[in-house]
């Protein structure tokens, strides 16, 4: 009996231990069977780069890592930033133009040099990569020298053909799958991922920190979601949106220093930091600066009182330059996204109801100052005697509808109209009162 007992505590312990241990983080770690997926469609501007780098600074519980992209390029800067973190990623990187007829030109072919397995889907281009500055395609000797030696070190970095990746530079050139992966310039064709997850899978690849031989049957394909900060700096970057933005809140702070007193200096300056946001200026300086707007615009709102529209951009200001300055916590996060994603709409659904109570009780409480105030004491103020008050004593009357008790300073009869005179130890001194001849 007492063995069957031992045995039966043993084996709970253990099955304790399983459960415990399946909840740790040292499991997730250990947990490699996933593959996490990024997409970048559209320009390569800051918004891009951001959400790159982000999930790319902790891929250590990954497999890999499937970037697909089909984008006609963009800022020069915001390319290096993500070669940098597809560089230095601990997972390898898989960079896949994808769709099917979508192409990765100019800084997307950069990207895709920079991966540790290249593939695209059929009907897709790669190439264009000379430089762009200013609109115009730039012939200058040090820019090109340099874009040439970047493109033959992430070749030579991944075992790939040097002279086209430079080609792609120095002549222009534009390749479809089959080119180029006759070239060597890539490593796979693939229709969609299932496809090249099957033709990657057993596949070694170069990276940063050796070779790494990928096992990718089976894995479960984590989608890296971007975000609400994301889609803003996404819409911020279109090169027409921040033009405009900047052209008009120029010509709107001009008439407003020309013409002060009607805000529209204020809105001006707004407008040049978003516009300034999409040219790719530092998002941490401009979400300070439109937080600080926000807080005056509230400030002024208390001090002056009345303008409702400032109180309301002042919080739709400091809830941009939130959105600008707060990005995802760096690193692992080890729950589900779901729960991420139903906690960030719970968040926003609880941030709107409680800015709407808040501003309903500013609103009150501004009401409430702006009030005409009224004495206590109301000094001058008639009312109507309730009953007979001998000179000298206590009764009561009736003044602005309400009852008080006072003193009288001559007889009073009944019904007979009053005027307060005075106070004395929380009595009002009452007399009758006289009409002015």
Same mark, same amino acid.
């Given at each position: 009996?007492?063995?069957?007992?031992?045995?039966?505590?043993? #084996?709970?312990?253990?099955?304790?231990?399983?459960?415990?241990? %399946?909840? /740790?983080?040292?499991?997730?770690? %250990?947990?490699?069977?996933?593959?996490?997926?990024?997409?970048?469609?559209?320009?390569?501007?800051?918004?891009?780069?951001?959400?790159?780098?982000?999930?790319?600074?902790?891929?250590?519980?990954?497999?890999?890592?499937?970037?697909?992209?089909?984008?006609?390029?963009?800022?020069?800067?915001?390319?290096?930033?993500?070669?940098?973190?597809?560089?230095?990623?601990?997972?390898?990187?898989?960079?896949?133009?994808?769709?099917?007829?979508?192409?990765?030109?100019?800084?997307?072919?950069?990207?895709?040099?920079?991966?540790?397995?290249?593939?695209?889907?059929?009907?897709?281009?790669? !190439?264009?990569?000379?430089?762009?500055?200013?609109?115009?395609?730039?012939?200058?000797? +040090?820019?090109?020298?340099?874009?040439?030696?970047?493109?033959?070190?992430?070749?030579?970095?991944?075992?790939?053909?040097?002279?086209?990746?430079?080609?792609?530079?120095?002549?222009?050139?534009?390749?479809?799958?089959?080119?180029?992966?006759?070239? !060597?310039?890539?490593?796979?064709? =693939?229709?969609?991922?299932?496809?090249?997850? &099957?033709? =990657?899978?057993?596949?070694?690849?170069?990276?940063?920190?050796?070779?790494? #031989?990928?096992?990718? %049957?089976?894995?479960?394909?984590?989608?890296?979601?971007?975000?609400?900060?994301?889609?803003?700096?996404?819409?911020? /970057?279109?090169?027409?949106?921040?033009?405009?933005?900047? /052209?008009? !809140?120029?010509?709107?702070?001009?008439?407003?220093? /020309?013409?002060?007193?009607?805000? =529209?200096?204020?809105? !001006?300056?707004?407008?040049?930091?978003?516009?300034?946001?999409?040219?790719?200026?530092?998002?941490?300086?401009?979400?300070?600066?439109?937080?600080?707007?926000?807080?005056?615009?509230?400030?002024?709102?208390?001090?002056?009182?009345?303008?409702?529209?400032?109180?309301?951009?002042?919080?739709?200001?400091?809830?941009?330059?939130?959105?600008?300055?707060?990005?995802?916590?760096?690193?692992?996060?080890?729950?589900?996204?779901?729960?991420?994603?139903?906690?960030? %709409?719970?968040?926003?659904?609880?941030?709107?109801?409680?800015?709407?109570?808040?501003?309903?009780?500013?609103?009150?409480?501004? +009401?409430?100052?702006?009030?005409?105030?009224?004495?206590?004491?109301?000094?001058?103020?008639?009312?109507?005697?309730?009953?007979?008050?001998?000179?000298?004593?206590?009764?009561?009357?009736?003044?602005?509808?309400?009852?008080?008790?006072?003193?009288? &300073?001559?007889?009073?009869?009944?019904?007979?109209?009053?005027?307060?005179?005075?106070?004395?130890?929380?009595?009002?001194?009452?007399?009758?009162?006289?009409?002015?001849?």
């Amino acid at each position: 009996m007492k063995s069957k007992f031992s045995a039966t505590v043993k #084996t709970l312990f253990l099955l304790l231990l399983l459960s415990i241990s %399946s909840l /740790s983080p040292v499991a997730a770690l %250990s947990d490699a069977n996933k593959v996490l997926l990024l997409e970048i469609e559209g320009k390569i501007g800051p918004s891009v780069a951001e959400y790159v780098q982000i999930y790319l600074e902790d891929t250590r519980r990954f497999e890999a890592v499937i970037i697909t992209i089909n984008t006609y390029g963009g800022l020069g800067d915001s390319m290096f930033q993500i070669i940098d973190a597809i560089t230095y990623s601990e997972a390898p990187v898989i960079v896949y133009v994808y769709p099917e007829g979508g192409q990765a030109l100019s800084a997307g072919t950069y990207i895709l040099m920079a991966s540790s397995l290249a593939a695209m889907s059929p009907y897709t281009i790669i !190439g264009s990569a000379q430089p762009v500055v200013n609109g115009v395609p730039s012939n200058d000797t +040090k820019l090109i020298n340099f874009l040439v030696e970047k493109m033959h070190t992430l070749a030579r970095m991944h075992g790939r053909n040097e002279t086209q990746a430079a080609r792609f530079v120095t002549h222009n050139d534009n390749l479809g799958p089959e080119e180029a992966l006759k070239r !060597g310039v890539i490593e796979i064709i =693939a229709k969609d991922i299932p496809e090249l997850l &099957q033709k =990657a899978d057993g596949m070694t690849v170069k990276t940063l920190r050796g070779e790494k #031989t990928l096992h990718l %049957s089976n894995v479960e394909i984590i989608r890296a979601d971007p975000g609400l900060r994301y889609h803003l700096l996404s819409f911020l /970057s279109d090169p027409l949106v921040s033009g405009l933005l900047l /052209s008009l !809140g120029i010509l709107i702070l001009i008439v407003g220093l /020309s013409s002060p007193g009607f805000g =529209a200096e204020l809105v !001006g300056g707004i407008m040049i930091i978003l516009g300034l946001i999409g040219q790719g200026f530092n998002l941490n300086w401009a979400g300070l600066a439109l937080i600080i707007l926000g807080s005056v615009l509230v400030l002024y709102e208390f001090y002056s009182g009345g303008v409702v529209i400032a109180l309301l951009s002042g919080v739709v200001l400091m809830g941009l330059g939130m959105i600008l300055i707060v990005r995802a916590p760096p690193g692992v996060v080890y729950v589900a996204q779901e729960w991420l994603d139903q906690l960030m %709409s719970i968040i926003i659904i609880v941030a709107i109801g409680s800015g709407a109570v808040f501003s309903f009780i500013l609103l009150k409480g501004l +009401k409430t100052i702006r009030k005409k105030t009224y004495s206590l004491i109301p000094i001058a103020e008639t009312g109507r005697a309730v009953e007979d008050i001998p000179a000298g004593q206590e009764g009561y009357v009736i003044i602005a509808g309400e009852y008080r008790k006072v003193i009288a &300073q001559s007889d009073i009869k009944q019904n007979q109209r009053v005027k307060v005179v005075g106070q004395k130890n929380n009595y009002l001194i009452v007399e009758p009162y006289r009409e002015q001849s």
